[in-house]
């Protein structure tokens, strides 16, 4: 197919990079981390995070082609000891997503509806159905699903970041 046919259409979409603890040396690298991606400079303000005395804290909304949110995340793998969440907005062709990591429980990835709501699949949840012997076994994997524990963990350090800075950032096209 040539033309306006192709399927490959790069479509934009948008979400937020919250990196929520970060110690003060390793900021230059998230920078760079994320500049990586987007191909361009990044410069987050950079607050102190009062859950975590001696780290820091950032928001970045990005702009950039779907999928970008997911590559973010992966760039910060590199130190596993942040506290993160990047967000992507579903668009008419993608779902919307939120990828949040935390040292020593990992990565939890969730597919988000138009309304911020979690969505869980069909296929996660039969599966689900399918291995529970139990009710508790059922509500454990259920809130496993849901990412329970991670936003558990998250939220002290997302109540840090109110009325924080937050950084607009744009991939290079």
């Known amino acids: 197919m040539t033309g306006a046919g ?20 390793i900021a230059p690298h998230v920078e760079w981390a994320l500049a990586g991606v987007l ?7 950079w607050t102190a995070q009062p859950v975590a005395p001696g780290h820091l804290r950032a928001e970045a909304s990005w702009t950039g082609v779907i999928g970008t949110g997911s590559r973010l995340a992966a760039s910060l ?3 596993p000891m942040l506290v993160f969440e990047v967000t992507e907005d579903g668009t008419a062709i993608s ?17 988000i509806a138009a309304n911020g709501d979690v969505v869980v699949g069909e296929e996660r949840l039969r599966g689900l159905l399918s291995r529970s012997r139990t009710a508790e076994e059922y509500a454990h994997g259920l809130a496993e699903l849901l990412g329970t524990c991670w936003d558990s963990e998250l939220e002290p350090y997302r109540q840090g970041g109110e009325g924080s800075p937050v950084t607009l950032l744009h991939q290079v096209g």
């Open 77 to 79: 793998r590199a130190w």
């Open 6 to 25: 192709v399927a490959s259409v790069r479509q934009s979409t948008h979400g937020v990079v919250f990196v929520h603890c970060c110690p003060s040396a």
């Open 95 to 111: 779902d919307g997503e939120r990828l949040a990591y935390l040292p020593g429980r990992g990565f939890h990835r969730s597919m």
């Open 39 to 45: 191909g361009r400079p990044v410069r987050m303000q």
